[in-house]
């Protein structure tokens, strides 16, 4: 009866930040980004917009094949074709302001909410048993600026947390929000991502990302986590790693102005073994001020209800 009525007021949150964040907020979004479109795709001559449309035509051919081919090794070998392919429509001029429509079914294609770049990723199956990811960040401009991404998650093991990766090194993920922030006078963005490359459990992972003349860098101490392995020190990207069947929130809140989270336990009592870590039913949060991400601890308080007592509107 308890996990039954926790989870229906679970349903209820979920719904509630769903609205919030695909109500207003997304609307807004939407109209700015048609105008933005309209306005710079104007900047691609339409000898080169004949090309993008053919390219990209390839592109999404190639991009089938890389996620069902057959055999499983041909999946790798369609994903490095189908990154040439990308790199070489990323060569002709203001490539950054064609949006690549068609191709956003097959790929993620995500924008930082300041426009200071766009990541392309994706996924695919070497093994049914293994995940691998690839990603490339382009900066705005007339000349192609890009920064190719290797994931280098399986190397990180359990030092994942603690690491600061350069030279494209990357905790490989699917990115679904990005938030900018600026420290020290140097924007600093929070990238929103999901690793499912293990058999066993998932990862949603909080990445900052910074950009500078040397390149790119993944990892700041900017959340208000101590680190498992270093306790004088604060994680360099936060990590909710959990069970693989069951589902974890972690998304940013627009009205309250915070991240919000699930808080996780561990079904068999046993904090090592993240596999096992499910939702409690109660949630967490960050809160950016004094240029970090400060946690908060039951940032939404939940009710237990006892048996025969039902749950009220909207959770309260």
């Known amino acids: 009866m308890f996990r039954f009525d926790v989870l229906k007021i679970r349903g209820m949150i979920y719904n509630k930040y769903t609205l919030r964040i695909t109500g207003r907020v997304f609307t807004a979004f939407v109209f700015a980004f048609l105008a933005y479109g309209k306005a710079f795709s104007q900047m691609i001559t339409p000898q080169d917009m004949d090309k993008f449309h053919i390219m990209e035509d390839s592109m999404v051919v190639t991009s089938d094949s890389m996620y069902q081919a057959f055999i499983d090794d041909d999946h790798v070998m369609y994903s490095e074709r189908f990154a040439h392919q990308l790199v070489r429509a990323l060569k002709i001029p203001n490539s950054y ?3 690549f429509d068609k191709l956003k079914d097959k790929i993620n294609i995500i924008y930082a909410d300041d426009n200071g770049f766009r990541i392309f ?10 995940k691998r990811y690839y990603g490339a960040i382009q900066l705005p401009g007339e000349k192609l600026k890009l920064f190719g991404l290797r994931d280098y998650a399986d190397e990180l093991g359990k030092g994942a947390e603690d690491s600061v990766l ?3 090194k990357w905790f490989g993920a699917i990115y679904y929000r990005i938030i900018t922030h600026e420290v020290d006078g140097k924007k600093v ?7 499912s490359s293990s058999p066993i459990s998932n990862k949603k992972v909080l990445d900052p990302l910074t950009i500078n003349d040397n390149g790119i860098t993944f990892g700041a101490p900017i959340f208000g986590v101590v680190s498992e392995n270093f306790p004088q020190l604060r994680v360099n990207r936060f990590i909710l790693e959990y069970k693989k069947e069951v589902q974890v929130f972690m998304n940013w809140d627009q ?9 996780l336990v561990s079904q068999m009592n046993d904090p090592h073994r993240k596999y ?6 109660e949630y967490d949060g960050f809160r950016w001020a004094n240029d970090m991400w400060n946690y908060l601890r039951d940032i939404m308080p939940i009710k237990i209800l006892q048996d025969g007592e039902q749950p009220l509107e909207d959770g309260k």
């Open 255 to 263: 009205e309250k102005q915070v991240i919000v989270f699930d808080r």
């Open 121 to 130: 990723n994706w996924a695919i199956t070497p093994t049914p048993a293994t």
């Open 166 to 168: 350069t030279n494209g």
């Open 276 to 281: 096992t870590y499910v939702p409690s039913g």
């Open 97 to 99: 302001y064609y949006p």
């Open 189 to 195: 963005y929070t990238l929103f991502g999901l690793n």
